[in-house]
């Protein structure tokens, strides 16, 4: 079987949530209209193994999708089990379900602090700063990066460790409040940062490792002009 991405994993839940709208069957009935063992449509749905492109077409026919549909799905979904994907920074929906579903998560910035601990008003300068992100898009920008840190209010949380480099603290975004402001929320949560000192090399890039608990452990790394996903074992060893 093909070890899944967290872009296979992706698939699968497109894939599920098609099925549950378009058809309303369960997977055992749709199993059974497609003539596929019940099985196969758990590990496709759980993107544990890729679909022949004609069990493709059969599955998303059975959604009543037409063929220009099918096209763009292919087209999307091409390299969801490559181990090493670069996305365009738009596409976040793989991101989050990576997030939402890791048991642990360390991540390490260099020039800011992280995203899941950013204030309303920090995000936005942020976004002002770097001038890569068109300014009507950064409000909605800022929205969703605040509705990601429900993760950190979840009983079930996963296990967090941000470390964060004195040269992100030493970056002043907007006024004195908005930093006192995003300061407090460090204070607030000690237990999960940890800050590198300022001396301290610069080895890498920002970035966050995901931890699963019946998945291989992945990289993302987020950039003004892309997402970069790496679940290959030696590449992240590397990193």
Known sequence: MTPSTAYSRDLGDELRRLRETCT????????????????KISTVEHGKARASEIDIIQYLSMCGKDIDFVNDFK???QYAFDEYRVQVSDNLRTMVMAESTATTMTSYDVLAMPGLMQSPEYADGIYRMTGVVAEERIPNLVQY??????????????TCVFYIHEHALDLKVGNGEIMEDQYARLLFNPHIIRI????????A?????????????LVFSETNLANVFVGSAARIGDI
């Open 205 to 217: 890039s920002s970035f966050v490792l995901w931890e699963f608990d019946k998945a291989r452990p």
């Open 75 to 77: 087209r999307r979904y």
């Open 24 to 39: 309303g069957l369960s997977g055992n009935k749709l199993a059974d209209k497609l003539g596929w063992d019940p099985s």
């Open 145 to 158: 990066r605040g509705e990601r840190q429900a993760i950190l209010r979840r009983h079930d949380r996963p």
């Open 196 to 203: 590198v000192p300022k001396d301290a090399p610069i080895v």
